[in-house]
Protein backbone atom coordinates (compact mmCIF):
# COMPACT_ATOMS: atom_id res chain seq x y z
CA UNK A 1 0.00 0.00 0.00
CA UNK A 2 1.32 3.10 -0.78
CA UNK A 3 1.00 5.37 2.10
CA UNK A 4 2.00 8.57 0.53
CA UNK A 5 -0.82 10.72 0.30
CA UNK A 6 -2.57 11.82 -2.79
CA UNK A 7 -3.46 15.77 -2.70
CA UNK A 8 -6.91 13.86 -2.51
CA UNK A 9 -6.58 12.21 0.01
CA UNK A 10 -5.30 15.22 1.86
CA UNK A 11 -8.01 16.77 1.44
CA UNK A 12 -10.46 13.80 2.83
CA UNK A 13 -7.94 14.18 6.03
CA UNK A 14 -8.75 18.41 5.77
CA UNK A 15 -12.24 17.38 5.94
CA UNK A 16 -12.41 14.80 8.38
CA UNK A 17 -10.41 16.33 11.00
CA UNK A 18 -12.49 19.82 10.39
CA UNK A 19 -15.81 17.59 11.10
CA UNK A 20 -14.29 16.65 14.18
CA UNK A 21 -12.90 19.87 15.51
CA UNK A 22 -16.57 20.97 14.97
CA UNK A 23 -18.99 18.53 16.02
CA UNK A 24 -17.24 16.28 18.29
CA UNK A 25 -19.50 17.10 21.72
CA UNK A 26 -17.31 19.12 23.82
CA UNK A 27 -18.23 17.77 27.40
CA UNK A 28 -16.65 14.34 25.84
CA UNK A 29 -13.17 15.83 25.84
CA UNK A 30 -10.66 13.91 27.97
CA UNK A 31 -13.00 11.03 28.88
CA UNK A 32 -11.36 7.87 29.03
CA UNK A 33 -12.87 5.98 31.97
CA UNK A 34 -15.84 4.00 31.19
CA UNK A 35 -17.33 4.36 34.43
CA UNK A 36 -17.23 8.59 33.33
CA UNK A 37 -19.94 7.90 30.78
CA UNK A 38 -23.56 7.43 30.48
CA UNK A 39 -25.41 6.25 28.16
CA UNK A 40 -25.94 9.05 26.32
CA UNK A 41 -22.75 9.76 26.69
CA UNK A 42 -21.63 6.60 24.85
CA UNK A 43 -23.82 7.17 21.51
CA UNK A 44 -23.87 10.88 21.88
CA UNK A 45 -20.79 10.75 18.65
CA UNK A 46 -22.50 7.18 16.92
CA UNK A 47 -25.84 9.74 17.03
CA UNK A 48 -23.61 12.16 14.91
CA UNK A 49 -21.98 10.06 12.72
CA UNK A 50 -25.22 8.35 11.85
CA UNK A 51 -26.51 11.73 10.26
CA UNK A 52 -23.84 12.21 8.69
CA UNK A 53 -23.50 8.60 7.10
CA UNK A 54 -20.09 8.16 8.50
CA UNK A 55 -21.21 5.66 11.66
CA UNK A 56 -19.97 2.14 9.57
CA UNK A 57 -17.29 3.11 7.43
CA UNK A 58 -15.94 -0.97 6.85
CA UNK A 59 -19.37 -1.26 5.83
CA UNK A 60 -20.38 -2.09 2.30
CA UNK A 61 -22.20 0.91 0.40
CA UNK A 62 -25.38 -0.77 -0.35
CA UNK A 63 -26.32 -1.05 3.33
CA UNK A 64 -25.21 2.18 4.64
CA UNK A 65 -21.16 2.28 4.16
CA UNK A 66 -19.40 5.08 3.17
CA UNK A 67 -17.62 3.80 -0.01
CA UNK A 68 -14.18 5.02 1.39
CA UNK A 69 -11.02 3.48 0.54
CA UNK A 70 -8.92 1.63 2.64
CA UNK A 71 -6.57 4.87 2.56
CA UNK A 72 -9.65 7.16 3.84
CA UNK A 73 -10.60 4.35 6.52
CA UNK A 74 -6.80 4.57 7.76
CA UNK A 75 -7.25 8.40 7.82
CA UNK A 76 -10.58 8.20 9.26
CA UNK A 77 -8.99 6.04 12.55
CA UNK A 78 -5.98 8.45 12.66
CA UNK A 79 -7.81 11.45 13.04
CA UNK A 80 -10.19 10.04 15.29
CA UNK A 81 -7.58 8.67 17.71
CA UNK A 82 -5.55 12.54 17.25
CA UNK A 83 -9.72 14.10 18.19
CA UNK A 84 -9.42 11.28 21.36
CA UNK A 85 -13.34 10.73 20.42
CA UNK A 86 -15.65 7.68 21.77
CA UNK A 87 -16.27 5.37 18.72
CA UNK A 88 -18.79 4.04 17.98
CA UNK A 89 -19.59 1.12 20.36
CA UNK A 90 -18.35 -2.26 18.42
CA UNK A 91 -21.46 -4.55 19.11
CA UNK A 92 -23.64 -3.45 16.65
CA UNK A 93 -21.39 -1.82 13.86
CA UNK A 94 -18.56 -4.17 13.86
CA UNK A 95 -19.98 -7.14 15.58
CA UNK A 96 -23.74 -7.98 15.06
CA UNK A 97 -24.42 -5.43 11.83
CA UNK A 98 -21.65 -7.11 9.13
CA UNK A 99 -23.69 -10.65 10.42
CA UNK A 100 -26.84 -9.42 9.71
CA UNK A 101 -26.38 -7.88 6.18
CA UNK A 102 -23.66 -11.31 5.45
CA UNK A 103 -26.29 -13.47 6.64
CA UNK A 104 -29.41 -11.84 7.13
CA UNK A 105 -32.50 -12.37 4.76
CA UNK A 106 -33.82 -9.14 2.89
CA UNK A 107 -36.50 -7.97 6.08
CA UNK A 108 -33.93 -8.79 9.06
CA UNK A 109 -31.67 -6.47 7.01
CA UNK A 110 -34.30 -4.15 6.49
CA UNK A 111 -35.29 -4.27 10.51
CA UNK A 112 -32.14 -3.75 11.91
CA UNK A 113 -29.60 -2.61 10.19
CA UNK A 114 -30.88 0.95 10.28
CA UNK A 115 -31.13 1.11 14.23
CA UNK A 116 -27.21 0.17 14.42
CA UNK A 117 -26.23 2.91 11.53
CA UNK A 118 -28.43 5.64 13.64
CA UNK A 119 -27.04 5.12 16.72
CA UNK A 120 -30.44 4.33 18.61
CA UNK A 121 -30.40 0.46 19.23
CA UNK A 122 -28.21 -0.24 21.86
CA UNK A 123 -26.17 -4.29 21.60
CA UNK A 124 -24.78 -6.31 23.79
CA UNK A 125 -22.87 -9.68 23.12
CA UNK A 126 -24.14 -12.74 24.63
CA UNK A 127 -21.64 -15.25 23.86
CA UNK A 128 -19.20 -16.27 26.96
CA UNK A 129 -21.27 -18.13 29.70
CA UNK A 130 -19.71 -19.46 33.08
CA UNK A 131 -18.92 -22.73 32.06
CA UNK A 132 -17.96 -21.89 28.21
CA UNK A 133 -15.37 -19.04 27.66
CA UNK A 134 -12.64 -19.65 25.30
CA UNK A 135 -13.66 -23.39 24.78
CA UNK A 136 -17.46 -21.14 23.47
CA UNK A 137 -18.60 -24.30 21.56
CA UNK A 138 -19.19 -25.79 25.14
CA UNK A 139 -22.15 -22.83 25.69
CA UNK A 140 -25.07 -24.80 27.20
CA UNK A 141 -27.70 -21.99 27.03
CA UNK A 142 -30.10 -23.57 25.36
CA UNK A 143 -32.93 -23.10 22.78
CA UNK A 144 -36.28 -25.66 22.14
CA UNK A 145 -38.48 -24.71 19.45
CA UNK A 146 -42.14 -25.02 19.80
CA UNK A 147 -43.83 -23.74 16.23
CA UNK A 148 -42.67 -20.15 15.51
CA UNK A 149 -41.06 -19.31 18.70
CA UNK A 150 -37.47 -20.39 20.22
CA UNK A 151 -37.87 -20.98 24.42
CA UNK A 152 -34.35 -19.95 25.57
CA UNK A 153 -32.57 -21.13 29.16
CA UNK A 154 -29.65 -20.08 30.29
CA UNK A 155 -26.81 -17.51 31.74
CA UNK A 156 -24.61 -15.59 29.72
CA UNK A 157 -21.68 -13.68 31.54
CA UNK A 158 -19.12 -11.18 30.78
CA UNK A 159 -22.05 -8.95 28.92
CA UNK A 160 -20.32 -6.02 28.53
CA UNK A 161 -22.67 -2.59 28.88
CA UNK A 162 -25.28 -5.22 28.46
CA UNK A 163 -27.25 -2.95 31.31
CA UNK A 164 -27.37 -0.62 28.83
CA UNK A 165 -28.30 -2.70 25.62
CA UNK A 166 -31.86 -2.83 23.75
CA UNK A 167 -31.24 -5.84 22.19
CA UNK A 168 -28.67 -9.07 21.85
CA UNK A 169 -27.21 -11.16 19.94
CA UNK A 170 -26.76 -14.48 21.14
CA UNK A 171 -24.93 -18.28 20.94
CA UNK A 172 -27.90 -20.87 21.89
CA UNK A 173 -27.71 -24.56 21.31
CA UNK A 174 -30.39 -26.04 19.25
CA UNK A 175 -29.24 -29.29 19.29
CA UNK A 176 -27.73 -31.53 21.87
CA UNK A 177 -27.28 -34.65 20.11
CA UNK A 178 -25.09 -32.89 17.50
CA UNK A 179 -20.82 -32.39 17.41
CA UNK A 180 -20.56 -29.07 19.64
CA UNK A 181 -20.23 -26.46 16.50
CA UNK A 182 -22.59 -27.80 14.64
CA UNK A 183 -25.89 -27.73 16.94
CA UNK A 184 -25.49 -23.71 17.89
CA UNK A 185 -27.85 -21.13 16.60
CA UNK A 186 -27.32 -17.47 16.32
CA UNK A 187 -30.56 -15.44 17.96
CA UNK A 188 -31.96 -11.91 18.11
CA UNK A 189 -33.07 -11.39 21.50
CA UNK A 190 -34.88 -7.99 22.84
CA UNK A 191 -33.87 -7.60 26.12
CA UNK A 192 -36.95 -6.05 27.64
CA UNK A 193 -38.23 -9.81 26.82
CA UNK A 194 -40.40 -10.95 29.89
CA UNK A 195 -37.57 -13.81 31.25
CA UNK A 196 -34.40 -11.76 30.45
CA UNK A 197 -32.65 -10.00 33.80
CA UNK A 198 -29.45 -8.36 33.49
CA UNK A 199 -26.98 -8.66 37.26
CA UNK A 200 -23.93 -6.08 37.20
CA UNK A 201 -20.57 -7.87 38.32
CA UNK A 202 -18.83 -5.34 40.34
CA UNK A 203 -15.29 -4.74 39.33
CA UNK A 204 -12.48 -4.55 42.11
CA UNK A 205 -12.04 -0.64 40.62
CA UNK A 206 -15.68 -0.45 41.51
CA UNK A 207 -16.49 -0.14 37.94
CA UNK A 208 -19.88 -1.60 36.50
CA UNK A 209 -19.50 -2.57 32.95
CA UNK A 210 -19.96 -6.35 32.74
CA UNK A 211 -22.87 -8.57 34.03
CA UNK A 212 -24.71 -11.73 34.00
CA UNK A 213 -27.53 -12.34 31.87
CA UNK A 214 -30.11 -14.84 32.98
CA UNK A 215 -33.27 -16.18 30.50
CA UNK A 216 -35.80 -18.07 31.98
CA UNK A 217 -38.25 -19.26 29.54
CA UNK A 218 -37.44 -16.17 26.96
CA UNK A 219 -39.81 -16.62 23.89
CA UNK A 220 -38.00 -15.40 21.18
CA UNK A 221 -39.73 -15.76 17.50
CA UNK A 222 -37.54 -18.23 14.95
CA UNK A 223 -37.88 -15.11 12.65
CA UNK A 224 -35.07 -13.33 15.25
CA UNK A 225 -33.37 -16.43 13.96
CA UNK A 226 -29.74 -15.39 11.94
CA UNK A 227 -28.93 -17.67 8.85
CA UNK A 228 -29.83 -21.65 9.38
CA UNK A 229 -30.86 -23.16 12.32
CA UNK A 230 -27.77 -25.59 14.28
CA UNK A 231 -25.20 -23.37 11.68
CA UNK A 232 -24.72 -20.43 13.97
CA UNK A 233 -20.55 -21.13 14.39
CA UNK A 234 -20.16 -19.92 11.35
CA UNK A 235 -21.98 -16.66 12.02
CA UNK A 236 -19.79 -16.65 15.10
CA UNK A 237 -16.09 -17.06 13.94
CA UNK A 238 -17.28 -14.95 10.98
CA UNK A 239 -18.27 -11.95 14.19
CA UNK A 240 -15.00 -12.92 16.04
CA UNK A 241 -12.57 -12.17 12.80
CA UNK A 242 -14.08 -8.57 13.04
CA UNK A 243 -14.01 -8.29 16.21
CA UNK A 244 -10.30 -9.17 16.84
CA UNK A 245 -9.42 -7.24 13.91
CA UNK A 246 -10.87 -4.41 15.57
CA UNK A 247 -8.92 -4.77 19.00
CA UNK A 248 -5.78 -4.07 17.54
CA UNK A 249 -6.67 -0.51 18.15
CA UNK A 250 -3.29 0.77 16.22
CA UNK A 251 -4.26 4.52 15.80
CA UNK A 252 -5.26 5.21 19.55
CA UNK A 253 -2.27 3.46 20.37
CA UNK A 254 -0.31 5.43 18.45
CA UNK A 255 -2.07 8.15 20.10
CA UNK A 256 -1.19 6.44 23.60
CA UNK A 257 2.44 6.59 22.91
CA UNK A 258 2.44 10.40 22.05
CA UNK A 259 0.32 10.94 25.71
CA UNK A 260 3.09 8.50 27.16
CA UNK A 261 6.15 10.97 25.17
CA UNK A 262 4.71 14.06 26.76
CA UNK A 263 4.12 12.29 30.55
CA UNK A 264 8.06 10.88 30.35
CA UNK A 265 9.08 14.85 29.61
CA UNK A 266 7.30 16.44 32.43
CA UNK A 267 8.19 13.38 35.02
CA UNK A 268 11.43 14.27 36.61
CA UNK A 269 13.63 11.66 38.16
CA UNK A 270 15.76 11.16 40.91
CA UNK A 271 18.92 12.07 38.83
CA UNK A 272 17.39 15.48 38.04
CA UNK A 273 16.35 14.50 34.63
CA UNK A 274 13.38 14.05 32.33
CA UNK A 275 12.41 10.15 32.47
CA UNK A 276 12.03 10.70 28.45
CA UNK A 277 16.09 10.75 28.91
CA UNK A 278 16.67 7.51 30.77
CA UNK A 279 18.61 4.87 29.02
CA UNK A 280 16.40 1.86 30.08
CA UNK A 281 12.61 3.75 29.52
CA UNK A 282 13.86 4.92 26.13
CA UNK A 283 14.89 1.21 25.13
CA UNK A 284 11.23 -0.14 26.33
CA UNK A 285 9.91 2.88 24.44
CA UNK A 286 11.27 2.10 21.24
CA UNK A 287 10.53 -1.46 21.22
CA UNK A 288 6.97 -0.48 21.95
CA UNK A 289 7.25 2.00 19.03
CA UNK A 290 8.87 -0.40 16.72
CA UNK A 291 6.21 -3.24 17.66
CA UNK A 292 3.66 -0.88 16.65
CA UNK A 293 5.03 -0.05 13.20
CA UNK A 294 5.09 -3.45 12.18
CA UNK A 295 1.34 -3.73 13.72
CA UNK A 296 0.17 -1.18 11.69
CA UNK A 297 1.21 -2.76 8.13
CA UNK A 298 -0.51 -5.31 9.33
CA UNK A 299 -4.07 -3.57 9.87
CA UNK A 300 -3.07 -1.58 6.75
CA UNK A 301 -3.10 -5.23 4.64
CA UNK A 302 -6.49 -5.93 6.46
CA UNK A 303 -7.75 -2.86 5.51
CA UNK A 304 -6.72 -3.18 1.72
CA UNK A 305 -8.43 -6.41 2.37
CA UNK A 306 -11.53 -5.73 3.23
CA UNK A 307 -11.52 -3.25 1.05
CA UNK A 308 -11.16 -6.04 -1.91
CA UNK A 309 -14.02 -7.63 -0.60
CA UNK A 310 -12.39 -9.99 0.91
CA UNK A 311 -13.15 -9.61 4.80
CA UNK A 312 -10.73 -10.20 7.92
CA UNK A 313 -8.75 -12.98 7.73
CA UNK A 314 -6.54 -15.42 10.44
CA UNK A 315 -4.53 -12.33 10.17
CA UNK A 316 -7.07 -11.16 12.48
CA UNK A 317 -5.89 -12.93 14.75
CA UNK A 318 -2.32 -11.85 14.66
CA UNK A 319 -3.27 -8.25 15.14
CA UNK A 320 -5.73 -9.35 18.02
CA UNK A 321 -2.42 -11.30 19.75
CA UNK A 322 -0.04 -7.90 19.18
CA UNK A 323 -2.56 -5.38 19.27
CA UNK A 324 -3.94 -6.20 22.88
CA UNK A 325 -0.09 -7.37 24.50
CA UNK A 326 0.80 -3.70 23.03
CA UNK A 327 -2.19 -2.11 24.54
CA UNK A 328 -1.39 -3.75 27.71
CA UNK A 329 2.63 -2.52 27.75
CA UNK A 330 1.66 0.92 26.64
CA UNK A 331 -0.48 0.85 30.62
CA UNK A 332 2.98 -0.49 31.99
CA UNK A 333 4.90 2.23 30.98
CA UNK A 334 2.08 5.27 31.75
CA UNK A 335 2.27 3.44 35.22
CA UNK A 336 5.97 3.23 35.77
CA UNK A 337 6.40 6.79 34.55
CA UNK A 338 3.66 8.61 36.77
CA UNK A 339 5.66 6.77 39.30
CA UNK A 340 4.48 7.50 43.01
CA UNK A 341 1.10 8.81 42.04
CA UNK A 342 0.12 5.49 39.85
CA UNK A 343 -1.49 4.43 43.41
CA UNK A 344 -4.27 2.32 42.81
CA UNK A 345 -7.29 4.35 42.03
CA UNK A 346 -6.24 7.94 43.44
CA UNK A 347 -9.19 9.02 41.87
CA UNK A 348 -11.20 7.13 44.56
CA UNK A 349 -14.09 4.75 43.98
CA UNK A 350 -16.68 8.02 43.75
CA UNK A 351 -14.95 10.55 42.04
CA UNK A 352 -11.85 12.55 41.94
CA UNK A 353 -12.18 14.05 45.46
CA UNK A 354 -9.13 11.55 46.24
CA UNK A 355 -6.68 12.35 43.35
CA UNK A 356 -3.05 12.91 43.71
CA UNK A 357 -0.03 14.27 41.50
CA UNK A 358 -0.50 15.64 37.72
CA UNK A 359 -3.89 15.42 36.17
CA UNK A 360 -2.29 12.54 33.58
CA UNK A 361 -2.05 10.08 36.88
CA UNK A 362 -5.33 10.43 37.67
CA UNK A 363 -6.30 7.39 35.42
CA UNK A 364 -2.80 5.35 35.22
CA UNK A 365 -4.25 2.75 37.43
CA UNK A 366 -7.54 2.17 36.72
CA UNK A 367 -6.70 2.13 33.08
CA UNK A 368 -3.78 -0.33 33.65
CA UNK A 369 -5.76 -2.90 35.72
CA UNK A 370 -8.90 -2.58 33.53
CA UNK A 371 -6.87 -3.05 29.95
CA UNK A 372 -5.69 -6.78 32.03
CA UNK A 373 -8.77 -8.62 30.48
CA UNK A 374 -7.55 -6.96 27.09
CA UNK A 375 -5.63 -10.38 26.40
CA UNK A 376 -8.63 -12.32 27.13
CA UNK A 377 -11.65 -11.16 25.58
CA UNK A 378 -12.08 -12.16 21.98
CA UNK A 379 -10.95 -14.84 22.60
CA UNK A 380 -7.80 -15.43 24.67
CA UNK A 381 -4.32 -14.60 22.77
CA UNK A 382 -3.51 -18.51 23.60
CA UNK A 383 -6.46 -19.51 21.61
CA UNK A 384 -5.73 -17.02 19.13
CA UNK A 385 -1.86 -18.63 18.74
CA UNK A 386 -3.82 -22.02 17.73
CA UNK A 387 -5.60 -20.56 15.01
CA UNK A 388 -2.27 -18.99 13.49
CA UNK A 389 -0.28 -21.93 14.09
CA UNK A 390 -3.04 -24.09 12.24
CA UNK A 391 -4.20 -21.18 9.41
CA UNK A 392 -1.55 -19.08 8.87
CA UNK A 393 1.65 -21.30 9.17
CA UNK A 394 0.08 -24.57 8.47
CA UNK A 395 1.23 -26.55 11.35
Given amino acids: MDLNFSPEEIAFRTEVRAFIEENYPKHLKGKVLREDLSKEDFLAWHKILGKKGWSAPAWPKEYGGTGWTATQRYIWLEEN ?47 SEPGAGSDLASLKTRAVREGEYYIVNGQKTWTTLGQYADWGFFLVRTDNSAKQQEGISFLLIDMKS ?55 GVARSKRNVERLKAIAKAEIGDDGKPLIEDDEFQRKLSELEIDLSALEMTELRTLAREHAGKGPGPESSLLKVKGTEIQQRLTELTLEAVGNYAQPYPRGLG ?35 NIIAKMVLGL
Fill in 351 to 385: GNEFAVGPDYSSAAAPVYFNWRKASIYGGSNEIQR
Fill in 81 to 127: ARGETIPPLPFGVSMVGPVIYTFGTPEQKQRYLPGILSGEVWWCQGY
Fill in 194 to 248: PGVSVRPIKLLDGGYEVNDVFLENVKVPVDQRIYEENKGWTCAKFLLAHERAGIA
